[in-house]
């Protein structure tokens, strides 16, 4: 299995609402990213797992909330978001925290906040 | 932090023509990949090439990494080539950067 797994593809939710985002990978990487898309833009790095450890956060509001429940499996938690978050956001993965080996990517959630 | 840049920003080319993109960065890095992302959003991993020169299919990489730039080629465009490159780098650190991307379009 070489892939990034993200569910789901599509979500719409109100500003009320709590959602949450899946991203899994089996290549035994130990490292594991979540990035900001929006439109026309290059992906922006939210979060950095390693180790299952967070490592990285690029000063995210707290209405995002990652968590790491194993090596395998990375979520983003979501709650009281603003129409300004809609975004595709995109989950990638590294054999090792600095990416030597190379980064691989998901196929992304586009985020709609309505 | 580490600068990326990215020329040109647009590109429109006849399918069958030949193209070269660029990516300058501003200091050291150890690992350095292009991307095209196609139309639905997806980062499809081109080549990881952080020095020297890769090759597959219609498309190769030389990253001359003295020099802080890598130059990706496409030969031959296809229209299913149209989409956004990306080069994205990391100076030993663990933020990926992502240069502002070359958006291509191969006209049929």
């Known amino acids: 299995d070489t892939e990034v797994t993200q569910t789901p593809k599509h979500l719409v939710m109100g500003m009320t609402n709590k959602k949450s985002l899946k991203c899994e990978q089996h290549?035994?990487?130990?490292?594991m990213y979540w990035y900001k898309q929006k439109a026309k833009k290059p992906p922006e790095l939210m979060f950095v797992y390693s180790y299952e450890k967070l490592s990285i956060n690029e000063s995210v509001p707290s209405r995002f909330s990652p968590e790491c429940p194993n090596s395998s499996l990375l979520n983003l938690h979501l709650h009281a978001l603003q129409p300004e978050d809609s975004a595709l956001y995109l989950c990638?993965?590294?054999?090792?925290?600095?990416?030597?080996?190379?980064?691989?990517f998901g196929s992304g959630t586009r985020l709609t906040v309505v | 932090g580490i600068q990326v840049e990215q020329s040109p920003p647009d590109l429109i080319l006849q399918e069958g023509a030949n193209s070269t993109l660029r990516c300058n960065f501003s200091d050291s890095v150890n690992n350095l990949q292009w991307f095209h992302q196609n139309p639905w959003g997806q980062l499809i991993n081109l080549f990881y090439?952080?020095?020297g020169t890769k090759q597959n299919g219609r498309l190769s990489a030389t990253t001359v990494a003295t020099e802080r730039y890598s130059l990706l080629y496409i030969s031959s465009s296809q229209t299913t080539d149209s989409g956004v490159y990306f080069c994205?780098?990391?100076?030993?650190?663990?933020?990926?950067?992502f240069g502002p991307g070359t958006r291509l379009s191969v006209l049929p």
């Open positions: 090439i952080p020095s």
């Open positions: 994205a780098v990391d100076n030993y650190g663990q933020n990926f950067v």
């Open positions: 990638a993965s590294s054999l090792l925290p600095g990416g030597l080996s190379g980064y691989t």
């Open positions: 290549m035994g990487h130990r490292a």
